[in-house]
Protein backbone atom coordinates (compact mmCIF):
# COMPACT_ATOMS: atom_id res chain seq x y z
CA UNK A 1 0.00 0.00 0.00
CA UNK A 2 1.20 3.25 -0.88
CA UNK A 3 1.03 5.91 1.53
CA UNK A 4 3.40 8.78 0.45
CA UNK A 5 1.44 9.64 -2.82
CA UNK A 6 2.94 11.95 -5.33
CA UNK A 7 1.42 15.15 -6.92
CA UNK A 8 4.50 16.25 -8.86
CA UNK A 9 5.41 12.66 -10.72
CA UNK A 10 8.68 11.40 -9.39
CA UNK A 11 9.27 10.21 -13.27
CA UNK A 12 9.18 13.81 -13.70
CA UNK A 13 11.06 15.53 -11.03
CA UNK A 14 13.83 12.82 -12.05
CA UNK A 15 14.89 14.91 -14.88
CA UNK A 16 15.98 17.73 -12.27
CA UNK A 17 18.69 14.94 -10.44
CA UNK A 18 21.70 16.52 -9.70
CA UNK A 19 25.01 15.56 -8.51
CA UNK A 20 23.74 13.16 -6.31
CA UNK A 21 21.17 10.05 -7.63
CA UNK A 22 18.06 10.16 -6.74
CA UNK A 23 18.27 13.96 -5.46
CA UNK A 24 17.14 17.65 -6.35
CA UNK A 25 17.91 20.84 -5.38
CA UNK A 26 15.69 22.79 -3.79
CA UNK A 27 15.01 26.11 -2.86
CA UNK A 28 12.45 27.01 0.02
CA UNK A 29 11.25 30.76 -0.15
CA UNK A 30 10.04 30.91 3.15
CA UNK A 31 13.25 30.33 4.50
CA UNK A 32 15.42 32.50 2.14
CA UNK A 33 16.50 34.70 5.60
CA UNK A 34 18.30 31.06 7.09
CA UNK A 35 21.45 30.77 6.92
CA UNK A 36 21.38 28.48 3.85
CA UNK A 37 19.19 30.76 2.13
CA UNK A 38 16.66 27.87 2.01
CA UNK A 39 18.49 26.43 -0.66
CA UNK A 40 19.05 22.31 0.27
CA UNK A 41 19.71 19.31 -1.63
CA UNK A 42 16.36 16.92 -1.02
CA UNK A 43 15.64 13.02 -1.79
CA UNK A 44 12.53 12.95 -4.88
CA UNK A 45 10.91 10.63 -3.61
CA UNK A 46 9.47 12.81 -0.18
CA UNK A 47 9.29 16.10 -2.68
CA UNK A 48 5.85 17.21 -3.96
CA UNK A 49 3.80 14.21 -2.03
CA UNK A 50 1.55 14.03 0.65
CA UNK A 51 0.66 11.00 3.11
CA UNK A 52 -2.99 9.49 1.77
CA UNK A 53 -3.34 12.38 -0.98
CA UNK A 54 -5.75 10.81 -2.91
CA UNK A 55 -7.38 8.53 -0.91
CA UNK A 56 -10.86 8.62 -0.14
CA UNK A 57 -11.09 7.45 3.66
CA UNK A 58 -7.12 7.92 4.81
CA UNK A 59 -8.02 5.54 7.78
CA UNK A 60 -8.77 2.35 4.98
CA UNK A 61 -6.79 3.17 1.87
CA UNK A 62 -7.03 1.33 -1.29
CA UNK A 63 -4.86 3.14 -3.73
CA UNK A 64 -7.94 2.85 -6.89
CA UNK A 65 -7.01 5.93 -7.42
CA UNK A 66 -3.17 6.40 -6.33
CA UNK A 67 -2.67 3.39 -9.08
CA UNK A 68 -4.39 4.88 -11.66
CA UNK A 69 -2.03 7.73 -11.94
CA UNK A 70 0.70 5.41 -11.94
CA UNK A 71 -0.75 3.43 -14.93
CA UNK A 72 -1.14 7.17 -16.46
CA UNK A 73 2.34 7.71 -15.82
CA UNK A 74 3.49 4.38 -17.19
CA UNK A 75 1.66 5.60 -20.50
CA UNK A 76 3.51 8.72 -21.04
CA UNK A 77 6.94 7.99 -19.79
CA UNK A 78 8.86 6.21 -22.39
CA UNK A 79 7.12 8.78 -25.25
CA UNK A 80 8.41 11.94 -23.23
CA UNK A 81 11.84 10.58 -22.49
CA UNK A 82 11.91 10.37 -26.18
CA UNK A 83 11.26 13.54 -26.89
CA UNK A 84 13.72 14.61 -24.02
CA UNK A 85 16.42 12.83 -25.47
CA UNK A 86 16.03 14.06 -29.07
CA UNK A 87 16.40 17.57 -28.14
CA UNK A 88 18.99 18.08 -30.20
CA UNK A 89 17.94 16.91 -33.41
CA UNK A 90 14.18 18.66 -32.86
CA UNK A 91 13.02 20.85 -35.23
CA UNK A 92 9.20 20.79 -34.82
CA UNK A 93 6.89 18.27 -32.10
CA UNK A 94 4.33 15.75 -33.53
CA UNK A 95 0.68 16.13 -32.85
CA UNK A 96 0.85 13.49 -30.60
CA UNK A 97 3.59 15.08 -28.42
CA UNK A 98 1.45 18.09 -28.30
CA UNK A 99 -1.51 15.98 -27.22
CA UNK A 100 1.05 14.76 -24.55
CA UNK A 101 2.29 17.50 -22.91
CA UNK A 102 -1.19 18.55 -22.78
CA UNK A 103 -2.66 15.64 -21.35
CA UNK A 104 0.52 15.59 -18.48
CA UNK A 105 0.26 19.61 -18.06
CA UNK A 106 -3.54 19.47 -17.23
CA UNK A 107 -3.23 16.25 -15.20
CA UNK A 108 -0.10 17.61 -13.07
CA UNK A 109 -2.21 20.95 -12.27
CA UNK A 110 -5.97 19.18 -11.68
CA UNK A 111 -3.93 16.53 -8.94
CA UNK A 112 -2.03 19.58 -6.85
CA UNK A 113 -3.12 19.80 -3.63
CA UNK A 114 -3.56 23.66 -4.09
CA UNK A 115 -6.79 23.07 -6.57
CA UNK A 116 -7.84 19.41 -5.21
CA UNK A 117 -8.46 21.72 -1.51
CA UNK A 118 -9.55 24.80 -2.91
CA UNK A 119 -11.99 24.35 -5.66
CA UNK A 120 -14.67 23.50 -3.50
CA UNK A 121 -17.48 25.44 -5.13
CA UNK A 122 -19.94 23.45 -7.41
CA UNK A 123 -18.92 20.82 -6.14
CA UNK A 124 -21.80 17.90 -7.95
CA UNK A 125 -19.80 14.62 -6.36
CA UNK A 126 -20.05 15.69 -2.89
CA UNK A 127 -22.42 12.89 -2.26
CA UNK A 128 -20.19 10.46 -3.71
CA UNK A 129 -17.72 10.72 -0.19
CA UNK A 130 -18.10 11.02 3.44
CA UNK A 131 -16.90 14.52 3.89
CA UNK A 132 -15.36 16.40 7.20
CA UNK A 133 -11.75 14.89 8.18
CA UNK A 134 -11.42 13.20 4.30
CA UNK A 135 -7.82 14.02 3.19
CA UNK A 136 -8.49 15.47 0.22
CA UNK A 137 -11.47 17.12 -0.18
CA UNK A 138 -13.58 15.77 -3.53
CA UNK A 139 -14.14 18.40 -5.47
CA UNK A 140 -15.49 18.64 -9.20
CA UNK A 141 -11.80 19.46 -10.55
CA UNK A 142 -10.72 16.63 -8.88
CA UNK A 143 -13.31 14.86 -10.67
CA UNK A 144 -12.97 16.13 -14.04
CA UNK A 145 -9.38 15.16 -13.44
CA UNK A 146 -9.89 11.59 -13.20
CA UNK A 147 -12.81 11.10 -15.97
CA UNK A 148 -10.38 13.28 -18.41
CA UNK A 149 -8.15 10.95 -18.20
CA UNK A 150 -8.58 7.89 -16.84
CA UNK A 151 -9.95 6.03 -19.95
CA UNK A 152 -12.17 3.62 -18.03
CA UNK A 153 -10.02 2.70 -15.39
CA UNK A 154 -11.80 4.16 -12.64
CA UNK A 155 -15.17 4.36 -14.31
CA UNK A 156 -16.13 1.53 -11.69
CA UNK A 157 -16.39 4.09 -8.92
CA UNK A 158 -19.08 6.40 -10.39
CA UNK A 159 -22.64 4.90 -11.20
CA UNK A 160 -24.30 5.59 -14.64
CA UNK A 161 -26.11 8.82 -12.89
CA UNK A 162 -22.82 10.59 -12.13
CA UNK A 163 -21.22 9.62 -15.18
CA UNK A 164 -24.11 10.97 -17.83
CA UNK A 165 -23.94 14.59 -15.39
CA UNK A 166 -20.01 15.15 -15.17
CA UNK A 167 -19.35 13.97 -19.24
CA UNK A 168 -19.71 17.57 -20.36
CA UNK A 169 -17.41 19.34 -18.25
CA UNK A 170 -14.27 17.14 -18.02
CA UNK A 171 -11.09 17.47 -19.91
CA UNK A 172 -11.85 21.48 -19.85
CA UNK A 173 -7.96 22.39 -19.22
CA UNK A 174 -6.71 19.71 -21.27
CA UNK A 175 -8.76 20.71 -24.18
CA UNK A 176 -7.80 24.58 -24.03
CA UNK A 177 -4.49 23.85 -23.73
CA UNK A 178 -4.50 21.57 -27.36
CA UNK A 179 -6.12 24.37 -28.22
CA UNK A 180 -3.29 26.97 -28.12
CA UNK A 181 -0.36 27.00 -30.22
CA UNK A 182 2.57 25.86 -28.34
CA UNK A 183 6.39 26.09 -28.86
CA UNK A 184 9.39 24.24 -27.28
CA UNK A 185 12.53 26.36 -26.07
CA UNK A 186 15.28 25.06 -25.94
CA UNK A 187 18.00 26.77 -23.46
CA UNK A 188 21.93 26.92 -24.01
CA UNK A 189 22.02 25.94 -20.41
CA UNK A 190 20.32 23.87 -17.87
CA UNK A 191 18.89 26.92 -16.02
CA UNK A 192 15.24 25.91 -15.98
CA UNK A 193 13.71 25.28 -12.76
CA UNK A 194 10.02 23.99 -11.82
CA UNK A 195 8.10 24.27 -8.85
CA UNK A 196 5.67 22.83 -6.22
CA UNK A 197 2.24 24.24 -7.97
CA UNK A 198 2.28 23.54 -11.85
CA UNK A 199 -0.42 25.36 -12.60
CA UNK A 200 1.34 29.06 -11.14
CA UNK A 201 3.11 28.54 -14.26
CA UNK A 202 0.97 31.18 -15.76
CA UNK A 203 3.03 33.85 -17.10
CA UNK A 204 0.82 36.16 -18.92
CA UNK A 205 -2.99 35.64 -19.33
CA UNK A 206 -2.73 34.02 -22.80
CA UNK A 207 0.28 31.94 -22.45
CA UNK A 208 0.99 28.95 -19.99
CA UNK A 209 4.33 27.73 -19.14
CA UNK A 210 5.61 24.41 -18.48
CA UNK A 211 9.44 23.24 -17.88
CA UNK A 212 10.12 20.03 -19.75
CA UNK A 213 13.38 19.52 -18.22
CA UNK A 214 16.60 21.23 -17.24
CA UNK A 215 16.83 22.68 -20.60
CA UNK A 216 13.77 22.75 -22.11
CA UNK A 217 10.69 24.94 -21.39
CA UNK A 218 6.70 24.22 -23.39
CA UNK A 219 5.00 27.36 -24.21
CA UNK A 220 1.44 27.37 -24.79
CA UNK A 221 0.15 30.61 -26.62
CA UNK A 222 -4.11 30.93 -26.32
CA UNK A 223 -3.97 34.11 -28.90
CA UNK A 224 -1.50 32.46 -31.45
CA UNK A 225 1.24 35.04 -30.66
CA UNK A 226 3.87 31.68 -31.20
CA UNK A 227 4.08 29.26 -34.80
CA UNK A 228 2.43 25.96 -33.41
CA UNK A 229 4.69 23.17 -32.69
CA UNK A 230 8.01 24.75 -33.45
CA UNK A 231 11.41 24.45 -31.44
CA UNK A 232 13.29 27.57 -30.67
CA UNK A 233 16.69 27.64 -29.29
CA UNK A 234 17.33 30.31 -26.88
CA UNK A 235 19.88 31.91 -24.98
CA UNK A 236 19.41 31.20 -21.06
CA UNK A 237 18.72 34.65 -20.34
CA UNK A 238 15.24 34.56 -22.11
CA UNK A 239 13.81 31.98 -19.69
CA UNK A 240 14.70 34.92 -16.84
CA UNK A 241 11.47 36.23 -16.83
CA UNK A 242 9.51 32.98 -16.18
CA UNK A 243 11.91 32.57 -12.60
CA UNK A 244 11.01 35.93 -11.84
CA UNK A 245 7.06 34.43 -11.56
CA UNK A 246 7.60 32.24 -9.33
CA UNK A 247 9.50 34.36 -7.45
CA UNK A 248 6.49 36.83 -6.93
CA UNK A 249 3.80 33.75 -6.70
CA UNK A 250 2.85 33.38 -3.74
CA UNK A 251 1.15 30.58 -4.20
CA UNK A 252 4.96 28.90 -5.00
CA UNK A 253 6.53 27.84 -2.23
CA UNK A 254 9.59 25.77 -3.62
CA UNK A 255 11.51 25.92 -6.68
CA UNK A 256 13.83 22.68 -8.15
CA UNK A 257 16.83 22.75 -10.11
CA UNK A 258 19.34 20.51 -11.10
CA UNK A 259 22.29 22.68 -9.33
CA UNK A 260 22.64 24.79 -6.63
CA UNK A 261 24.00 27.78 -8.73
CA UNK A 262 20.93 27.93 -10.53
CA UNK A 263 19.04 28.69 -7.33
CA UNK A 264 21.54 30.89 -5.79
CA UNK A 265 21.33 33.29 -8.20
CA UNK A 266 17.29 33.58 -7.80
CA UNK A 267 18.25 34.65 -3.66
Known amino acids: MTSNQHYIPQFYQKYWECEKSGYLWEFDKRHRKNADKGIRIQAIRT ?6 LYEADKDNPNNTIENWYGKFENLYANRYKK ?10 ISDND ?5 R ?13 YNSRRNNAFASLFTLGEINPIIDRRYIQNIIAFAE ?27 SCNIQILVSNKPNIVFCDNIIEQVAYPDEYYFPLCPTMLAIFSKEHRLS ?3 VRR ?6 MKFIQL ?9 IYANNRFVLENMT
Do not use: H, T, W
Open 83 to 92: LINNEVYLCR
Open 47 to 52: RNSQKY
Open 104 to 116: LFANFSARNPINL
Open 152 to 178: GEMMEVFDDESKKSSSEMFGEFAKELY
Open 228 to 230: DKI
Open 246 to 254: YLKSKNVER
Open 234 to 239: IASEEY
Open 98 to 102: KLMLC
